[in-house]
């Protein structure tokens, strides 16, 4: 899923913190004016928030979840996820794989339009697979990397192949897509659900603002951009052009974007929100007590496939050394941040991929032991002191940690500042961030440590472990060895899944244990509360949020 959003971001939480609802006088009363005599909306639309505003809502520039629900809603790819996270048809109707695993040719439905009228054909896919790996196009989208898996898409993408027509996809009429493989992926067809994949309407052609005003986002999927007022509200309209309306019984969205917890809370109280928390929003952890004993059967708690943690930026003092990584990652008291703080029912990470992704013939967490450090506290105080001989260091210089402006992240990252000056005698500065801001900041390795959290795009490791390659868009900390980038393309090139996984954790292993990359804190648990009267609101294994078959009832 990207950054938490991230990354993924965001299963990345992306959150704010802030005092005010946006936009609360007209839009409240009209809420409540919509509304039955039980808080049940009275038609059929569907209330939400957003901790804060999507960074943006081109399919091929984004990394975070606010900005992919959002997505989700309006576009569609080939495939979409369906309730059980696999993947189902979406404009293609069938496909066809050869026996080598190589070659696929998708069959796209006639009657997918676009919201405008347009037909969806099998151009728009091509035009919008080559966009996304166009070396020009500015900026550098995050998520090229996921496309390299087709046969040339590296090449172009790094400028070895000037001929975009060497890359393995081509439109053989307006409804046959043909996709040619570098080497046979099994979750290929997951991939093809993903944002990264999905196509986008040519006249983005002659307009790079098109994803900014909601009259010039064209979409294919559920729903359409009704209105978007920046920093209060987006809503959503049901796409009557899209080919499956008649399962969409929706006829609004309405988005506020709201950067407090206490203030989403209350709104979901007020019965102004029919749906709070995760993944786009938030629920204040000093709430959970009474929220589990007034509002049960509302809340629901689960794990998913993806992990909060810290990047270390290997690029800037004095996080260039490998001791002082481990030190830091070492000195932490991770129950206590999830027992006392989280309170969530998250769990401990000591390794990189999360619990629920498959392994060989279990889940890989299961088959690959996530103990590849420990918390000790004696061993954090020795590599410390060895890491600043090493630097030359009498004092440790000054160390800022951000993170992305939201009460939880707050606390989170408070406690870690505590620890750290308590067991390592270190001074941490804590410093919040607008969203965009830090997400910027983090790419432009502007920055010591950085809060980050990652969800699957797609069940296999390989969505945590290429992000980490010397050419990833998404990886924010300046790590490049040859060794991991080699072992990734590795298990691309082989189809035994055995191999792959071996590969795969021996990439972990040198991500997490030997050179200390990323600070594993713990494993998400998707925390949201959802009003009664909301059917088919799914929540997936990897914590996304789809409301797009969702009904009042």
């Not at 203030?263 to 952890?285: C, F, K, M, Q, W």
């Not at 001989?389 to 707050?410: A, W």
């Not at 620890?419 to 607008?434: R, S």
């Not at 490791?461 to 290429?466: A, F, L, Q, R």
Request: charged share 25%; hydrophobic share 35%.
């Amino acid at each position: 899923m990207k950054k938490h959003k991230s990354l993924l971001l965001l299963l990345t939480l992306i959150l704010a913190i802030g005092t005010v609802l946006a936009g609360c006088g007209s839009d409240k009363n009209d809420d409540q004016s919509a509304n039955g005599d039980n808080g049940k909306p009275k038609e059929q639309i569907f209330r939400m928030n957003l901790a804060s505003e999507p960074p943006t809502l081109d399919p091929g520039q984004s990394q975070d979840n606010n900005s992919n629900t959002i997505i989700n809603a309006v576009f569609e790819g080939l495939t979409r996820k369906g309730t059980d996270g696999n993947p189902v048809p979406g404009v293609a109707e069938k496909w066809d794989v050869s026996e080598d695993g190589l070659k696929y040719v998708f069959t796209l439905r006639k009657d997918a339009k676009w919201s405008n009228g347009d037909p969806v054909t099998a151009k728009d896919f091509e035009y919008a697979w080559k966009r996304v790996l166009d070396p020009n196009f500015m900026p550098a989208p995050p998520y090229a990397y996921q496309l390299y898996y087709i046969k040339n898409a590296e090449a172009y993408n790094l400028g070895e192949i000037k001929d975009a027509d060497e890359v393995g996809v081509k439109a053989k009429d307006d409804y046959t897509l043909e996709v040619t493989l570098e080497n046979p992926t099994p979750y290929f067809l997951s991939l093809t659900s993903f944002q990264t994949y999905y196509p986008v309407h040519q006249s983005v052609k002659d307009n790079d603002k098109w994803a900014t005003k909601a009259e010039t986002i064209i979409g294919n999927g559920a729903f359409k951009i009704a209105s978007m007022t920046k920093g209060q509200k987006i809503e959503l309209a049901k796409n009557d052009q899209y080919w499956d309306n008649q399962s969409i019984k929706l006829e609004k969205v309405v988005m506020s974007i709201v950067n407090s917890s206490a203030t989403e809370l209350s709104s979901y109280r007020n019965n102004e929100l029919d749906y709070a928390g995760h993944p786009v929003g938030n629920i204040p952890t000093d709430q959970l007590q009474a929220i589990k004993k007034d509002m049960e059967g509302e809340l629901n708690i689960k794990g998913i496939a993806s992990t909060y943690f810290y990047v270390f930026n290997t690029t800037q003092e004095p996080f260039d050394n490998v001791n002082i990584r481990k030190a830091f990652a070492m000195a932490i008291d991770r129950q206590a941040i999830v027992d006392k703080i989280t309170q969530g029912g998250q769990t401990p990470a000591f390794g990189f991929v999360p619990p629920g992704i498959k392994g060989v013939n279990d889940e890989y967490r299961n088959e690959v032991a996530d103990s590849y450090f420990t918390e000790d506290l004696a061993e954090a105080k020795r590599l410390l002191e060895q890491g600043m001989k090493e630097k030359g260091y009498e004092t440790l210089p000054e160390v800022t940690l951000i993170h992305n402006s939201d009460d939880n992240h707050k606390k989170i990252a408070l406690a870690i500042a505590d620890m750290w000056k308590n067991n390592l005698g270190v001074t941490v500065k804590v410093q919040n961030q607008e969203w965009g801001v830090f997400l910027q900041n983090r790419t432009n390795l502007n920055y010591q440590v950085a809060r980050s959290g990652w969800g699957a795009d797609y069940n296999d490791p390989m969505t945590y472990i290429d992000m980490w390659t010397s050419g990833s868009g998404n990886n924010d900390t300046g790590f490049k060895n040859e060794e991991y980038d080699q072992l990734v393309k590795e298990a691309y090139a082989t189809s035994d899944n055995a191999k792959r996984i071996e590969l795969m954790a021996k990439a972990e292993k040198i991500l997490v244990e030997e050179n200390q990359i990323v600070m594993p804190i713990y494993y998400y648990s998707s925390v949201s509360l959802v009003k009664p009267w909301m059917k088919n609101i799914n929540i997936d294994f990897k914590g996304d949020l789809d409301f797009t078959r969702a009904y009042v009832e």
